[in-house]
């Protein structure tokens, strides 16, 4: 399976969060406040609502709301799989890691890490890279987004064009 993945949703650390994952041979997901995601029922859409709610109230953005709300924690924790492809993307699409390991959840951060701009950044995955951004454009040429996928979500899954084509006919 490939995915796609901003780095983070503020435009002005997506590098310092392309650096971390690259650097440290991981990938990860915001929304840390919630707490570890073993704790909690991710496969549960109102229990995961009603979780984002009692965590964040109104202070969360309506887009960060639309995105928590799309189940990215349930595909983050239940649907990547090992040796699944993911697509890096700042405001561009830069590389390509292949996940290593399965979900944890960790708040610390390295000392040559910002943890001010990556806080929250706690839902995390080992993960390997394999190609740069000449793979991250073949992979995203050759693949279309899953049928009702928005394509602002911070994560997408793709599938390969010719499955898409086959859903649909």
């Given amino acids: ?12 650390y997506r ?12 990938i990860a997901l915001g929304w840390g ?9 991710p496969n549960d859409e109102i229990y995961m609502k009603n979780l984002y709610w009692d965590t964040y109230g109104n202070t969360g953005s309506p887009s960060n709301f639309g995105n928590f709300k799309r189940s990215l924690c349930q595909r983050f924790y239940y649907q990547i799989n090992i040796g699944d492809e993911v697509i890096l993307v700042t405001k561009r699409r830069v590389c390509v890691v292949r ?6 959840f960790d708040e610390n951060y390295p000392d040559d890490v910002d943890a001010q701009a990556l806080e ?12 740069d951004a000449n793979y991250a454009d073949h992979l995203w040429k050759t ?5 009702g996928t928005d394509i602002y979500n ?5 599938l390969p064009r010719n499955q898409v084509a086959r859903r649909a006919g």
């Fill in 1 to 12: 399976m490939v995915w796609r993945l901003i780095t983070h949703h503020e435009h002005e």
């Fill in 15 to 26: 590098n310092d969060a392309l650096n971390w994952y690259r650097n440290y041979h991981l």
């Fill in 33 to 41: 406040h919630v707490s570890d995601l073993n704790n909690h029922r």
């Fill in 99 to 104: 996940v290593t390991g399965d979900y944890f």
């Fill in 120 to 131: 929250g950044y706690c839902h995390r995955r080992r993960a390997e890279y394999v190609g």
């Fill in 143 to 147: 693949h279309d987004l899953e049928p």
């Fill in 154 to 158: 911070a994560l997408i899954r793709l």
